[in-house]
């Protein structure tokens, strides 16, 4: 490392420690002159340079107009910092929400924008982390939602978000960096496997096992007949008997065959198992088959539905992550 | 760029900040203008192709070439001015995205300022505050999409929150000397006298109310208004048309000149008699006149640097007069100037063009004859111009090549300009030696009382006649024909009719005057304020002013005071953005928030978000001692704020009283469950 570079880095630390104890993290902001920071925009400066000529021009020539019209822009330049300072300030920012993603996609940051004081805003420019959102007019509370690039597995705290406003003139930039208290979870990048990742031998276990299915093999009950029910299943002995027409229904353990097994990859890193399961996980809910999922710390029973595909995922996601 | 209102913004802000400059530029440059605003706008723009780099190029090279050709040079303010807005038109056609239209907004403010190079009149500068707000709005435009009419109103706000800021600093600011001398060209416009008499000069000059310098006389003491003459020139080479300055040698030899602060040369003490006795002493402020040729009454002298005096008896200035220039004199009475006339001087004051106005030299040389000897002589020519039907206009009607026999004999219709040339024709046509001086008669103290002001319509022409032993005398012939002309002075010369001529349009024109008089006698005064506490506040002034105002010169004491204003004036607005934050609250709201902070110590405040009556009922469960009270402020608060009908000053005065008798807060045994 340069000394100029440890120079940055030292600057750049003092900076974020300073900026954080400024504007600490955070739920619900409301923005003053605490949190909004102010300068020329390069339009201002141009008109800056436009400013110092005509004194200068008024000067030399001894013509009190071209004074005068200096002055006025210039007074125009200091009554725009109130203007434009006002149309951040009062501002309320508060978190909504995420959606989850897969590392590599897009996540969804919601946060909503709202106007305690009731007072119109303008052009509203938000830049986080890449993306960027224009509001050009917000009069009551609205929601914005901007889709950040997820990086790896895990928890994804997004950098700080820039809200900034150039109006009225252009001339002066309001802004706020504001680290918001929103993570997304990031599930593990899916990577298509030929081979279901089932647990092998696991048998014993399914014999025990409380979780059952709809299958074949044992007797489970009687319910009443259904049109459809396969006539092969109606108890006749009980039609016998004028007991009405009912069917028994079989049942079989969920068997280990159908838990995805982090364990049953073999010569694999972490990350590459992870990243299979997930595809697993994402194809099994897909053809409604429910499975399991047993992480070396964690089982998950067996289940099917989104629901059941999120609660796995999100294990996936956090799988011995560092929060 | 994709929105079309902007696009219109900013077509509008160029065209406000390009009108007061129409008249004055080449009339391809307006074309070439105008063309480029109806390509830019977006229904045209559509069908037409795109200008590419070598066209652009080639009008790069074009337009240079074409300002070359008409103003010969590519410096100076109006050749500036042209390339500028050539360069703004060049720009236009290229203006695709944001930034560029900003750097056409910032120009448009350029274009409009220095349209002031030009005019400083109070209409260009009341035009450029409605220009100021269309380019401001044109900005607004760029930031917000939403109508041209907010626009236009913040555009207005904005403005007249920086009028205040602007005024105080232009008071206050201090008025710095100029980093470097610029030298204006001779097309500057500016108006004044030029260093010969043509036709028709003195008579644009009239119509001008522009100041040409002010004199501030010692202790007061001012002379009479008849007398007052303002040196600036002599003219005595003539050609028949055009009266010219000496062109001797003598005269323009600069050791004959003498400089102040410099040992006086030997004509000064041969060729000046005066009375010892008798002196005033003035200080002129001269505006800037681009000539070194500096105004002062006869005989005067001025010890300040830089300034001499000349063989004719004029003071001039080492250096043209760029600047505004105050320097002191001292007027002389003169018992004789040039008592002994040296032939060349006599030579230089007799020269006439070899022929033509036979009329008037035939006519000369009989009355000369005639009267016998030259003081006689000169009363009876004067005599003449008093009792013959001679009158005094600014609309005579034109002369040809005999141009002094045919305004003596024939027309009769003239001003300063021609009653001095002929006078002084007759006077050489009869061997007298005599001279145009042209500068200034009179002028007018100011409306404060504190100065005598002179302005360009006091420009005058007289004579001066050489006599044996006398030596110089003043002869104004055109106060033979209008003494009022001397004694009250142009401005009241301008309510005659016969000064505007007699044909159908000056007829009009004196109709307007009178119809309009009073209008324009308060269009007058307000030119004149303007001109003399807008245009001419300078150092000087300043000064003056805050001298007024603070009664003290301290340079602390000033800066103190406009910064102290500029520091109220933002504080205000600040205050004003501040308070914009808050949400109006209804009384009635202000005491249920009150009350919440009265209990929030005992962990009771109304929580974020919760219902006003939510949270008196959840009080009620918490605190069941407090029923009563609860439920009457309750109703109250329901009353003030949910019905039509009720009295709000009672139940208020209700809400007010419950919450000074609020009970007290009594621990709560937690239920057992």
Known sequence: MTFQQRIKVFYAGRWQRWLKRRIPRTQDIVLNQRRVFIFLTSYGGFMSLLLLSLFIAGINYANNLLLGLCFFLGSLLVVTIHHTFANLSGLRITVVGTQPAFAGDVAGFTIRLSNPNNRRYYSLQLDWDGAAEKISFLDCSREATLYLRSQQRGLFHPPRLKISTIYPLGLLRAWTWLDLDLTAIIYPKQIASDVLPAGDGDNDDAEYSQQRRHGIDDFEGLRTFNAGDPLAHVSWKHLARGQGLLVKTYSEPVTGSNALDYQAFVGMDKENRLSRLSWWVVKLTQQQQPFALKLPNQTIAVATGQHHQEVCLTALALFEVDV | ?673
Not at chain 2, 121 to 140: D, K, Q, R
Not at chain 2, 640 to 654: A, F, G, L, T
Request: aromatic content about 12%; overall charge positive; glycine content about 4%.
């Open chain 2, 1 to 673: 760029m994709n929105n079309v209102m902007s696009r219109y913004w900013l077509l509008a802000a160029l065209v406000f900040a390009f009108i007061p400059h129409v008249e004055r530029l080449p009339w391809w440059l307006n074309g070439v203008m105008c063309v480029m605003l109806l390509w830019r706008l977006p229904a045209i723009e559509q069908r037409l192709p795109r200008a590419n780099n070598p066209v652009k190029a080639l009008l790069l090279v074009a337009g240079i070439v074409s300002l070359k050709n008409t103003y010969h040079v590519l410096f100076g303010p109006e050749a500036g001015v042209s390339f500028l807005i050539f360069c703004v038109a060049l720009k236009l056609i290229e203006t695709n995205d944001e930034r560029d239209s900003y750097v056409l907004l910032t120009l448009s403010f350029f274009v409009l300022a220095t349209s002031f190079l030009f005019s400083k009149s109070l209409f260009i500068t009341l035009y450029a505050g409605l220009a100021l707000v269309v380019i401001t709005a044109a900005y607004v435009s760029f930031n917000q999409q939403i109508s041209s009419k907010h626009a236009a109103k913040t555009a207005f706000i904005l403005l007249s929150q920086a009028l205040p800021l602007m005024l105080i600093l232009f008071v206050f600011f201090p008025r710095l000397p100029p980093l470097w001398t610029l030298k204006m060209t001779e097309s500057s416009g500016r108006t004044g006298m030029s260093d010969n008499m043509s036709p028709g000069d003195l008579a644009k000059l009239s119509q001008s109310s522009e100041l040409a310098f002010r004199v501030e006389f010692k202790d007061n003491k001012v002379p009479p208004k008849a007398l007052l003459y303002w040196r600036g020139l002599t003219l005595s080479r003539f050609d028949g048309k055009t009266w010219r300055t000496s062109n001797s040698p003598w005269l323009d030899d600069y050791a004959l000149t003498a400089w102040s602060q410099r040992p006086l040369p030997q004509w000064t003490e041969t060729q000046i008699r005066i009375k010892e006795n008798v002196q005033i002493h003035y200080k002129i402020i001269l505006e800037p006149t681009d000539k070194s040729w500096l105004y002062a009454l006869s005989v005067p002298y001025s010890n300040d640097n830089g300034i001499g005096l000349t063989r004719d008896f004029r003071l001039i200035n080492s250096t043209p007069v760029f600047q505004r220039l105050t320097y002191n004199v001292v007027k002389f009475d003169a018992i004789a100037l040039d008592p002994d006339l040296p032939d060349w001087l006599r030579q230089e004051n007799l020269q006439l063009p070899a022929i033509g106005n036979l009329t008037a030299r035939k006519m000369a040389r009989q009355w000369r004859t005639f009267y016998g000897n030259d003081e006689q002589y000169i009363t009876a020519v004067l005599h003449w111009f008093t009792k013959s039907q001679f009158y005094y206009t600014l609309e005579p009607p034109p002369l040809g090549n005999n141009r002094v026999d045919e305004f003596l004999f024939q027309t009769r219709r003239g001003f300063c300009e021609h009653y001095a040339s002929s006078f002084t024709f007759l006077l050489r046509a009869a061997g007298i030696p005599a001279r145009v001086v042209i500068g200034y008669q009179g002028g007018a103290l100011s409306p404060t009382g504190d100065s005598w002001q002179v302005r360009q319509m006091d420009a005058h022409a007289w004579v001066e006649a050489w006599l044996p032993q006398k030596g110089w005398i003043t002869l104004d012939p055109t106060a033979a024909i209008a003494p009022e002309r001397i004694e009250r002075g142009m401005s009241d010369m301008a309510q005659n009719q016969e000064v505007w001529g007699d044909s159908a349009l000056s007829v009009m024109k004196y109709g307007n005057y009178k119809l309009l008089g009073q209008l324009r006698n308060i269009a007058d005064y307000m030119n004149y304020r303007w001109q003399r506490d807008v245009l001419g506040y300078d150092a000087d002034n300043q000064e003056e002013f805050l001298l007024k105002l603070l009664g003290d010169t301290q340079l602390w004491k000033r800066l103190a005071v406009l910064f102290g204003s500029l520091v109220v004036i933002a504080a205000l607005l600040a205050a004003w953005t501040i308070l914009k934050d808050r949400r109006k609250i209804h009384p009635a709201d202000k005491i249920i928030v009150k009350l919440s902070k009265q209990l929030s110590a005992r962990g009771l405040s109304r929580q974020q978000g919760e219902g006003v009556i939510a949270y008196l009922q959840r009080l009620q469960q918490q605190q069941p001692q407090w029923d009563k009270s609860l439920s009457s402020l309750q109703e109250s608060y329901s009353a003030v704020r949910y019905q039509e009908s009720h009295n709000d000053v009672v139940e208020m005065k209700k809400m007010a009283r419950l919450l000074r008798t609020w009970p007290r807060y009594q621990p709560q045994k937690t239920k057992e469950l």
